[in-house]
């Protein structure tokens, strides 16, 4: 299967969507920090993520590092909420203590088991 890292956004909205697609490896993140970037651009201070995990399959351990950076452009472009869709604990992979490291303590961070209840908890 191939992997993919798909970066969205919905400007009106303020809506940042990252989902994690299949076998997700540390060269999709490289891949996709240009893309993130651009997407960021067009989103002011406070705006929301949607992180999406529920279709990825595996994560090398080698993305630790990625995803770090990735967390950390996120927060420097002003997050104001994070919402994670993890419907499997074998999807987490590790994200509450890349949190800690990645993200201000003040953040709010709402994992969610499905897309629906994650809409609800982003106020959509």
């Known amino acids: 299967m191939r992997f ?47 992180a999406d995990f529920s279709q990825l399959d595996f994560m090398e351990l080698d993305c630790e590092p990625e995803l770090g950076r990735m967390m950390d452009l996120i927060r420097e472009a002003g997050v104001g909420l994070v919402v994670r869709v993890i419907p499997r604990p074998n999807q987490d992979i590790g994200m509450n203590i890349l949190t800690v490291f990645h993200y201000p303590h003040h953040l709010r961070v709402i994992t969610c088991k499905s897309l629906v209840e994650a809409v609800k908890a982003l106020g959509l």
Request: with cysteine; proline share 4%.
């Open 4 to 50: 993919m890292l798909l970066v969205t956004s919905n400007k009106s909205k303020q809506l940042l969507c990252v989902s994690y697609i299949g076998q997700v490896q540390p060269e999709e993140f490289q891949r996709g920090r240009e893309g993130l970037t651009s997407q960021l651009g067009e989103l002011t201070p406070g705006f929301y993520l949607l």
